[in-house]
């Protein structure tokens, strides 16, 4: 386990039924192939030492004997290694016979979790052969060792008493009120679940949406290991399904009727954070008993997926419905504004990526409400720092959507204030900044003579880097880009060059802009200030903020995220070079943030002041910027 990542696995074994000696090779085999890839927590079936489709045979003294013997074989196998097991069998207890998980490490039984609901509908038939271990708080001796049994045991680590795992077996998963409710309340990070579920057109599905949604409702990793080939198919099939799954997100997961090992690692650190940040995860540990395990620290490769560009969506099959959610949560947001106060939209158009975006939402809106595009209020005014092309953009993306814009020159306006304060010799900051509120302050003044309202366009991005002109840019009277990422613009963009045909050629162009505020002079007419240059690029600032403001990470765990999200596309220095960037830029701009105006929370991150993001502007970077390493 390093930076919180539990490299974990589900597996199905090739059962034998009722042979518990060939049935513990396999699973020793498996074993030794989980070990040799690093897995640190090994879940297999229920009943995977005997078969859960013995029948009558559960009751025979010779399963009985055989099953121990098998477990006995198996705790001498996992001597000298560190996984922590988790495998199925039947044990005899006080003249009773229960559904186990038994957990297993460097050759001793940590401990025994029953089977608390023992489904008698349908195919199934188990309390014919099992008792429930509901009410089981006690001890037993298996395999010559005297461990705990019952269902109130949490495994934890001893490097880190925060990693917390339990077990569940199966149908504990699909009643009302499951034991991994309880267990996590009494603090487990992780549930494993090991199941003996038979596959049904659609129960697969319905597994998984279970699976998601548990692990989502209590902020944990989910380890779900099922049945499959060796099974008796008198009557059903088992599939073998594993799932691995992380706070409502599937990590990972088997085909149908495959065998084999599903990896991947569950970021513990990031669940932890989780319940800590919702605040709302009631605890209660009394009448549990806690066994330690051990986790090792040392290094391991990171084989789940890490988006590059975590706030656009991976699925292309759900990514259009994704960016139309986006575009009605914007439109609708604003039309709502604009209903209630009765105002038109007043909107600067730059030609850049964030003020198309922000027009393309006015237009939604006003169709929304039936109001006549004509009525948009849009204002391009080209300064010192505006290119041919950006003014272009304006023209062909304003003609395609059939808005008229009104041209405001705003160079003689900005040397006359330069020069009444005596600052028009340099081309620095005043002089910049000095552009920006003008353009500010026109449209404010619009508003006032025409009954507007400004519509922002600034993003998420600019905010958390500070990049935008403090009550110029950084001012409006509705900010719809406001919780909306760089990188998430630009793909809304996309989206709507292919929905709106007419505007497909304008769009493209804007999206193949540099990324510029165009506050100095262009060169023979070009863009000559590119923000990326300055800054870093976007994708690696948006990569830094997900991982900070989304899950509270550490700067020396998201440089490793980084590291393999971009593997060949950044090296080392550049990435320690950006993401202190990003760290000293996002500290210093708080007072910025702070009185950021209204604007609709669009997905899991905000950084506005009134709702998610409460930062004192005084806040020291030392200690984010110093694990930098």
Known sequence: MKYGFIKTAAVTSNITIANSSANSLEIIKLIKQADTCGVELLVFPELCVTGYTC????????????????LSAICKSTVGKKCLIFLGSPVWYECKLYSCAIAIQ????????????????????????FASGKHIFGSINL??????????????AKSDNSIKIAAEICEDMFVVSPQSNRHAQAGALIIVNLSASNELVGKSDYR????????????????YASSGPGE????????GQRIIAENGKIIAESGLFERGLTICEIDAQRLAYERRRLNVFTTNSSGYRTVEFDFNTTSMNLTRYISPLPFVPDNTNTAH??????????SRALAERLKLTKLDAVIGISGGLDSTLALLVIVRSYELLGRNKKKIIAVTMPGPGTSRKTIANVLKFSESLGIQIKKIPITDAVKRHLNDIKNDDAMDVTYENAQSRERTQILMDIANARDGLVVGTGDMSESALGWCTYNGDHMSMYAVNSSVPKTLVKYLVSYESERLKNCKNALMSVLNTEITPELLPPKNGKISQRTENIIGPYELHDFFLYYTIRFGQKPDKILMLATKAFKGKYSMAELKKYLKI???RFFKSQFKRNCMPDGVK???????????????????????VESVR
Request: aromatic share 10%; proline share 4%; net charge neutral.
């Open 143 to 156: 395999c010559g060792q005297t461990v705990p049994f019952g269902t109130d045991i949490i495994f934890m």
């Open 232 to 239: 008796s198919v008198s009557d059903m099939i088992f599939s």
């Open 55 to 70: 029948g009558e045979l559960f009751l025979s003294d010779v399963l009985i004997q055989s099953a121990n013997n098998a």
């Open 602 to 624: 669009i997905g899991t991150i905000s950084l506005s002041p009134r709702s998610d993001w409460r930062m004192a502007t005084e806040s020291s970077d030392k200690d984010w």
């Open 582 to 584: 990003f760290i000293k």
């Open 208 to 223: 998984k949406i279970l699976i998601k949604s548990q692990s989502g409702r209590l902020s944990a990793g989910y380890v």
């Open 106 to 129: 460097n050759g001793k039984i940590l401990g025994v979790v029953p089977k608390t609901e023992l489904p008698t509908y349908s195919e199934f038939y188990e309390l014919r052969y």
């Open 321 to 330: 419905a994704r960016a139309e959610l986006v575009l009605q949560i914007q």
